[in-house]
């Protein structure tokens, strides 16, 4: 774990968010943090995307049609854990999640998770951000402010 040198922060209560979100960000960037502590490499956006990616190369031959399926395993666990995912959902949360789960061939399943991708293509990012700006003037969200900072950390290196 790095060590951060708080010398200059103001020891303020109020600033216990702003803090937690600076360490996060220290212990994911640093060359030494274990892989453990670092963030995830795909959310629920980008794995959208890799689903579509591998259902491609699957109608191109170039994968097997079983090659989707641990990718569509990780979606649904991302999603079923993914709170801007059930906000940008709303109502058809359940739904699409029993579609992905019941979905028996890659053409069906890139028939529901192209519109799903297209939703989170234009609003994935900004609502982070924005959950993101609310929780760390909430410094006892912690784990949300953590989730979140993963999230957006993921997104800007896709």
């Known amino acids: 774990m790095t060590i951060l040198h708080l010398k200059n922060w103001i020891n303020d209560e109020r600033l216990d968010g702003l803090l937690f979100f600076s360490q996060i960000i220290e212990e994911m960037v640093s060359r030494y943090t274990i892989d453990s502590y670092k963030a995830p490499v795909l959310n629920s956006h980008s794995l959208c995307d890799e689903i579509i990616e591998v259902i491609e190369e699957i109608d191109q031959g170039f994968l097997h049609e079983k090659a989707v399926e641990s990718v569509k395993e990780e979606l649904l666990w991302n999603l079923q854990n993914d709170p801007i995912a059930k906000i940008i959902l709303g109502y058809r949360y359940i739904i699409i999640i029993d579609e992905i789960k019941n979905a028996n061939s890659s053409k069906?399943?890139?028939?529901?998770?192209?519109?799903?991708?297209?939703?989170?293509?234009?609003?994935?990012?900004?609502?982070?951000?924005?959950?993101?700006?609310?929780?760390?003037?909430?410094?006892?969200?912690?784990?949300?402010?953590?989730?979140?900072?993963?999230?957006?950390?993921?997104?800007?290196?896709?």
């Open 108 to 158: 069906k399943l890139k028939a529901i998770i192209t519109p799903i991708q297209n939703l989170f293509e234009n609003k994935y990012l900004e609502l982070i951000k924005t959950e993101l700006k609310e929780r760390v003037r909430t410094p006892k969200e912690k784990e949300k402010i953590l989730k979140e900072l993963i999230e957006l950390y993921v997104i800007g290196k896709t």
